[in-house]
């Protein structure tokens, strides 16, 4: 098959390993590692951020999460705390040891985002939007690039390509759900674009079975899908309190909940070989 990428296609030999340096050691994303990224969909104040991130710790997981800017269907809905958030991440950073992703909607904000976050994410809405690829591309930093909840696969990887050829390898790609006719879950998770991925690309590819679901309930099974597919980690929305979020609390789990969920993919991946 002709294939429209080039510097995200898989050539012989091994896949692209992304590497964050971080106070607690390297994580790996790739290469037979897998990781978990977990936290709640948005940063809502400090203490409460703080806590649940020494809890995420105390649990296991690889790397924090949580918005700062939050791209929202309606401008009237909680849209983050912005710079307050970004401050709050960088602590959490300071407190844990942990590495942190957090969303960048403008590339006005790259430099500042890229100050506090050791990981950049490209959100679903924002796949497309080439001169933001470009410049996260130019950042330096590594980047998670989620799907397009509309897009192809092959869209996917030309997306990947823009932030490659602005000269960054460190790209990690995001199922996140797609857009179908089905209205029960939010998204449908194409667990399928898992091994496709990676026979087209040498990039890794992590599922979110939070997003792409929209169920809280829905997440375990899916995650462990995930683990089954092959792939390379899991993005995991966790509040401290699913009712009470500002954002996406139908889907978040709390942390007994996402303890459960943690050990049990753990074990999963742990038996398959891969490191966690
Ligand atoms: C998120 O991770 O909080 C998010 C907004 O995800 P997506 O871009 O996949 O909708
Ligand atoms: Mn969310």
Request: proline letters at 5%; hydrophobic letters at 45%; aromatic letters at 6%.
């Amino acid at each position: 098959m002709d294939r429209p990428f080039v510097l995200a296609s898989r050539k012989d030999g091994q896949g692209t390993t992304v590497s964050i340096p971080a106070a607690e050691g390297t994580v790996h994303i790739g290469g037979g590692h897998f990781v978990v990224i977990a936290g709640p969909c948005a940063v809502e104040g400090v203490e409460a951020y703080l806590a649940l991130a020494r809890r995420l710790k105390q649990i296991g997981v690889h790397v924090l999460r949580g918005g700062a800017f939050k791209p929202r269907t309606s401008p009237y809905s909680f849209a983050g705390l912005g710079l307050e958030g970004l401050e709050i991440l960088a602590e959490a950073r300071r407190q844990t040891g942990l590495p942190v992703v957090t969303e960048v909607l403008d590339p006005r904000d790259i430099e500042q985002v890229a100050a506090c976050a050791d990981l950049l994410q490209v959100g679903s809405r924002n796949m497309q939007n080439f001169s933001l690829l470009s410049e996260v591309g130019r950042s330096g930093k590594p980047v998670i690039l989620k799907r397009g909840f509309s897009a192809t696969i092959e869209e996917w990887l030309l997306a990947a390509e823009y932030i490659l050829a602005a000269g960054n390898p460190q790209v990690v790609l995001c199922e996140r759900g797609i857009r179908t006719f089905e209205t029960y879950t939010r998204n449908t998770v194409d667990i399928a674009a898992v091994p496709v991925v990676k026979e087209l690309s040498h990039l890794p590819v992590i599922i979110d079975p939070s997003h792409g679901t929209g169920r809280a309930e829905l997440v375990r099974p899916v995650a462990k899908a995930g683990v089954a597919v092959g792939a390379d980690g899991l993005m995991i929305e966790v509040h401290h309190c699913p009712s009470c979020a500002l954002s996406d609390g139908q889907q978040s789990l709390d942390p007994l909940a996402f303890a459960a969920l943690f050990a049990e993919v753990r074990e999963m991946a742990q038996r398959e070989g891969r490191r966690v």
